[in-house]
């Protein structure tokens, strides 16, 4: 790096970043004490010339050591990359303890600016001053503050451009906790391409969701949405996107699950449509596992037929997790979906105590400084100056922290419920009177995509049955889906540790019409089970006697049609054991993680 390309990387700390003339480190130092007033040739001025060229040089040193880094980090021992990380670490503590020794001599200076008089009350807080010792927390800190303040005119300018990202200006757009969740969750989905990619935060799945098809669907765009997606999304497509009053979007049902099936849908689709799309473009928006029954779609085949013909791809995951399902990490780009789609809501927080969301897309497509272009695609077509910086649904520190918390025991909560989801399905579906709709039943229709799909074939916590065939009147059914709390939840929101059951057509789907809700295969009788991690035995003998009370009285011998309880101890044992093995058996080999390496094109540790 030469003098020049030195001084424009160390000109980022500059007060005068965008209107310095400086050609040296020196005259940078010097820039700086002439902004503010201080003279050089004081005791004051001559310690604060040298501390600001050290800064300075720091500056330099730092970006050559970040190149350095990018440069050899692929290809080092696992033992250097220790060495590499904690040398950074304490580093880091170097640097957050000069900062910290700066305080007290700063506190003194700002002290000695107050005065007490009359009504004046003396300032007791200077966020600095405070703030310093979180840099230390072993949590990402809760920050809550509505905004913060900024180092001088042109840093500031900067951030208001999109040209200073770690310096924030209004807690609706950026807040340090939420960008903690937002680096974590690219980490956790995209893996080794998680560099590409960049996500934002909102405060509720719904609204990630709203932002992501206000910010790709364009006035009079043509929609293949999967038939099977949660009924909040259909009410926000049929009730504000669909109408001619509001963005006329024209949506086309998608009733499959495989490859094959949608191109030929969507070949159709463009030929009815072929009128509309010379003007206007075509997306798609799946939900896969999809809500109610938890069936899971072909995304990448999918993905790439869509692709063949640019048309973006949006992606609800929420019910797989990236524990189930990552598909940010297909090695062949065009089967990746354009944007996913999270309820935090659900599995990935997992406590039932907050609501929120996020999106994840290439950052191209999610943020650029203003006046950017990459790709062919402006700064302002980016989701966050065409909706995350105007709309305000943004996600609170405080939720940011829940969500982060929960994601640390994501891995063992979706274990546990993968085994309870298998074993409760086989359990129902040894009834010959229910209908189960779950992927983990070998002979379902869904079974081979899920298998080809989902980590290690394992089932999401989320399906439905009913009592079609059993020819129950309405009122016994409701005394005995009423019976099953306590052990079987009778709540909305899924995603807890608890077992929650509810009639989709009553609730989540209330908004479909009778003829509708047939079409996604829901009736009166069908009930929507979300899979906690409780012992699943003890919520099998519950069902039981719920059967024995409300319905052996009026269909004698119907709960003797289960299959027997030593049936149900060897199942729970066998599928336990089975996806324990797969899940502990997936791990690295030690010699590997001793001296491998990873390799990003092929997702795996090699030696």
Same mark, same amino acid.
């Given at each position: 790096m030469n003098m020049s390309e030195q001084v424009e990387t160390a000109k980022i700390l500059s007060p005068k970043r965008n209107t310095s003339v400086a050609t040296t480190v020196n005259q940078l130092a010097e820039e700086q004490l002439a902004h503010f007033g201080i003279d050089p040739q004081t005791e004051y001025g001559k310690c604060l010339f040298e501390a600001a060229a050290h800064l300075?040089?720091?500056?330099?040193?730092?970006?050559?050591?970040?190149?350095?880094?990018?440069?050899?980090?692929?290809?080092?021992?696992?033992?250097?990359?220790? &060495?590499?990380?904690?040398? @950074?670490?304490?580093?880091?503590?170097?640097? &957050?303890?000069? +900062?910290?020794?700066?305080?007290?001599?700063?506190? %003194?200076?700002?002290?000695?600016?107050?005065?007490?008089?009359?009504?004046?009350?003396?300032?007791?807080?200077?966020?600095?001053?405070?703030?310093?010792?979180?840099? !230390?927390?072993?949590?990402?800190?809760?920050?809550?503050?509505?905004?913060?303040?900024?180092?001088?005119?042109?840093?500031?300018?900067?951030?208001?451009?999109?040209?200073?990202?770690?310096?924030?200006?209004?807690?609706?757009? +950026?807040? *340090?906790?939420?960008?903690?969740?937002?680096?974590?969750?690219?980490? #956790?989905?995209?893996?080794?391409?998680?560099?590409?990619? +960049?996500?934002?935060?909102?405060?509720?799945?719904?609204?990630?969701?709203? %932002? #992501?098809?206000?910010?790709?669907?364009?006035?009079?765009?043509?929609?293949?949405?999967?038939?099977?997606?949660?009924?909040?999304?259909?009410?926000?497509?049929?009730?504000? !996107?669909?109408?001619?009053?509001?963005?006329?979007?024209?949506?086309?049902? !998608?009733?499959?699950?495989? &490859?094959?099936?949608?191109?030929?849908? #969507? @070949?159709?689709?463009?030929? @009815?449509? &072929?009128?509309?799309?010379?003007?206007?473009?075509?997306?798609?928006?799946?939900?896969? *596992?999809?809500? *109610?029954?938890?069936?899971? +779609?072909?995304?990448?085949?999918?993905?790439?037929? %869509?692709?063949?013909?640019?048309?973006?791809?949006?992606?609800?995951?929420t019910l797989a997790t990236p524990v189930l399902h990552q598909p940010l990490q297909r090695s062949d780009k065009r089967e990746r979906p354009d944007y996913v789609v999270h309820s935090y809501t659900k599995d990935i927080c997992g406590s039932g105590a907050t609501t929120a969301g996020v999106v994840i897309a290439e950052t191209w497509r999610m943020f650029q400084a203003k006046g950017q272009c990459v790709n062919d695609y402006d700064w302002s077509r980016t989701m966050f100056w065409d909706v995350y910086y105007i709309k305000g649904a943004f996600l609170d520190s405080e939720k940011a922290f829940d969500v982060l918390t929960g994601m640390k025991t994501l891995e063992q909560r979706i274990l546990a419920k993968s085994i309870n989801t298998q074993v409760l399905s086989e359990f129902f579906n040894s009834h010959p009177e229910i209908n189960v709709h779950c992927h983990s039943i070998a002979d379902n229709h869904n079974a081979a995509i899920k298998n080809n799909q989902m980590r290690h074939g394992w089932p999401c916590a989320l399906f439905t049955l009913d009592m079609e065939k059993s020819g129950l009147e309405r009122d016994t059914f409701v005394r005995f889906f009423d019976a099953l709390e306590p052990a079987f939840s009778h709540q909305v929101s899924i995603g807890q540790n608890n077992t929650i059951i509810l009639c989709p057509a009553l609730t989540s789907h209330s908004e479909m019409g009778e003829a509708e809700q047939k079409e996604a295969g829901i009736y009166l009788t069908t009930m929507r089970v979300a899979t906690g991690t409780e012992n699943i035995k003890e919520l099998i003998a519950h069902f039981i006697n719920v059967v024995r009370l409300h319905i052996d009285p009026v269909s004698p011998g119907f709960s003797d049609k289960f299959m027997t309880p030593e049936a149900v101890d060897e199942l729970y044992l066998t599928v336990s054991s089975k996806f324990c093995q797969q899940h502990y058996a997936s791990t690295a080999p030690l010699t590997q993680l001793l001296s491998g390496r990873f390799d990003d094109s092929a997702n795996s540790v090699v030696a």
């Open positions: 300075y040089q720091a500056q330099i040193d730092i970006s050559n050591l970040w190149q350095v880094t990018s440069k050899t980090l692929a290809n080092l021992d696992r033992k250097d990359k220790i &060495a590499y990380f904690n040398a @950074k670490k304490f580093l880091s503590f170097q640097i &957050a303890k000069v +900062l910290d020794t700066l305080q007290n001599p700063f506190r %003194a200076t700002f002290q000695s600016l107050q005065q007490q008089t009359g009504s004046q009350v003396a300032k007791t807080h200077y966020p600095l001053f405070d703030n310093t010792t979180a840099l !230390f927390s072993a949590t990402p800190v809760v920050v809550r503050t509505a905004t913060y303040v900024y180092a001088c005119t042109e840093w500031v300018d900067d951030a208001f451009q999109g040209k200073e990202a770690t310096h924030q200006i209004y807690s609706r757009l +950026l807040n *340090p906790t939420n960008i903690s969740l937002a680096n974590a969750i690219v980490e #956790m989905e995209a893996g080794p391409y998680a560099g590409d990619y +960049l996500a934002w935060n909102f405060n509720s799945g719904m609204a990630a969701i709203d %932002a #992501m098809l206000s910010n790709v669907l364009g006035h009079g765009d043509v929609l293949i949405v999967s038939r099977n997606v949660y009924g909040g999304v259909y009410q926000l497509l049929h009730d504000y !996107f669909a109408r001619k009053n509001r963005m006329d979007i024209q949506i086309e049902w !998608f009733d499959g699950y495989d &490859a094959e099936t949608f191109e030929t849908f #969507m @070949k159709e689709v463009k030929l @009815k449509h &072929a009128q509309r799309l010379q003007g206007h473009d075509l997306h798609v928006y799946i939900e896969s *596992p999809c809500n *109610p029954h938890g069936y899971v +779609l072909d995304v990448a085949g999918i993905c790439k037929i %869509a692709h063949q013909d640019n048309h973006v791809v949006m992606l609800d995951s």
